[in-house]
């Protein structure tokens, strides 16, 4: 009978946050596979765990992932974790899991913090409903590319990304996004916890007279509903230009108001009080 693989979730910074089922898993795994065994050696010293370790990360992922496959096939039952928070999330975890399924292993997942949850609730930034984005590319066209694919985007957009990298990453979204609000958020539930709330322009000055130290988390305001359709409706005719036009195309009264509305994407009542007005004119 095959093994179970454990997804563990671990701390982002304070070790009091671990949840005890992921230290009861850790205690009783067969094999904790990890990003980066020196890290996650310092938890499992910490909490007296002596579970056999072993790496997993994104450069040997392939020949490790055989071996953990291996083993749980074999009945061991296996503990993943990353250097912090979920497995999976922004981690080379997600092509272990898509191997177990295919080998139809059993998956658990003992949920635990995450840093990019932790930043949005206390942003100040809505958190009805938001996009996680994870690390963009280090190269700046292929960076570029994805914040245009994302500019349009009405929820709020939460990024990771390292200090060194910060300031480049903050000009590039401000000129993509525009000048949005922004909470950035660094080294979360640690001893140099920081939340900057401003507006990009502000985070911009801000970090660039203060040196980003630690790992960063990024989330920014969707995109203004209004703003959108003020630039939609840039270069499109009028109400009254398009009732012209659209009337001449043999539409009329309720056919003609809808397509008006659709087109300019207003309310068919607000189209149909102007096509009243102008009814004798068309």
Do not use: W
């Not at 693989?5 to 904790?32: F, H, Q, W």
């Not at 910490?46 to 056999?52: Q, V």
């Not at 990024?218 to 359709?229: A, F, H, S």
């Amino acid at each position: 009978m095959s093994g179970i693989l454990y997804l563990c979730g671990t701390p982002i910074g304070n070790l009091g946050d671990i949840t005890l089922r992921v230290l009861e898993i850790l205690k009783s795994a067969d094999l904790i596979a990890a990003e980066d065994t020196r890290n996650t050696l310092k938890l499992l010293s910490h909490f007296d765990i002596k579970a056999p370790l072993t790496s997993y990360f994104e450069h040997n992922k392939v020949q490790k992932g055989a071996e953990i496959i291996s083993a749980l096939k074999n009945g061991k039952n296996v503990a993943l974790v990353t250097d912090a928070g979920m497995p999976v999330i922004s981690d080379p975890g997600e092509d272990l899991v898509r191997l177990c399924i295919e080998n139809g292993i059993e998956i658990v997942t003992a949920c635990g913090p995450t840093a990019f949850t932790t930043a949005l609730v206390s942003s100040g930034i809505s958190g009805r409903r938001f996009a996680f984005e994870g690390f963009l590319p280090v190269n700046k066209k292929e960076r570029r590319k994805i914040l245009d694919e994302v500019r349009n985007d009405m929820r709020t957009l939460i990024f990771y990304e390292a200090p060194h990298r910060l300031i480049s990453t903050l000009s590039d979204m401000h000129e993509a996004l525009g000048n949005r609000k922004i909470a950035v958020c660094r080294e979360l539930t640690k001893k140099f916890e920081e939340i900057y709330r401003s507006d990009i322009s502000g985070a911009i000055n801000h970090f660039t007279e203060n040196p980003p130290k630690g790992e960063f988390v990024l989330v920014i305001e969707g995109k203004n509903p209004e703003k959108l359709l003020e630039e939609e409706r840039e270069g499109m005719p009028s109400p009254e230009e398009l009732l012209k036009t659209l009337a001449g195309d043999a539409l009329y009264g309720k056919a003609l108001v809808r397509a008006v509305a659709e087109k300019l994407k207003m309310p068919k009542r607000e189209v149909y009080d102007i096509y009243l007005k102008m009814e004798k004119k068309i």
